[in-house]
Nanobody, 120 residues
Framework: VQLQASGGGLVQTGESLRLSCAAS????????MGWYRQAPGKQRELVAT???????VYADSVKGRFTISRDNAKSTEYLQMNSLKPEDTGVYYC???????????????WGQGTLVTVSS
């Protein structure tokens, strides 16, 4: 089972980006999915999470600007980032709680990270 993140890039202040993260492999079910980020010289921090039922949690710093969503049929989560600021710069990692098949086993899976750079 793996997560593949995409959509990062270089943008200017105020612009938007949409990140995607697709799960693949022998998946039985996917629980909570989330996005985290790590700025240079800082620890990884939570950006947003979404449960299988669609309940969301956001870091205070991104509330009102970022929107997390998921497409359960495609085993994919998204992060729409609007009004980007230089302090949003960092490597964005996706995460998901995935139960794999045969035998059933729960794993917390991380994607490889995608770089977002916001210039001032």
């Amino acid at each position: 089972v793996q997560l593949q993140a995409s959509g990062g890039g270089l943008v200017q202040t105020g612009e938007s980006l949409r990140l995607s993260c697709a799960a693949s492999g022998s998946i039985f079910s996917i629980g909570t999915m989330g996005w985290y980020r790590q700025a240079p010289g800082k620890q990884r921090e939570l950006v947003a999470t979404i449960t299988s039922g669609g309940s969301t949690v956001y870091a205070d710093s991104v509330k009102g600007r970022f929107t997390i969503s998921r497409d359960n049929a495609k085993s994919t989560e998204y992060l729409q980032m609007n009004s980007l600021k230089p302090e949003d710069t960092g490597v964005y990692y996706c995460n998901a709680g995935i139960t794999v098949r045969a035998p059933l086993r729960f794993n917390s899976v991380w994607g490889q990270g995608t770089l977002v750079t916001v210039s001032s």
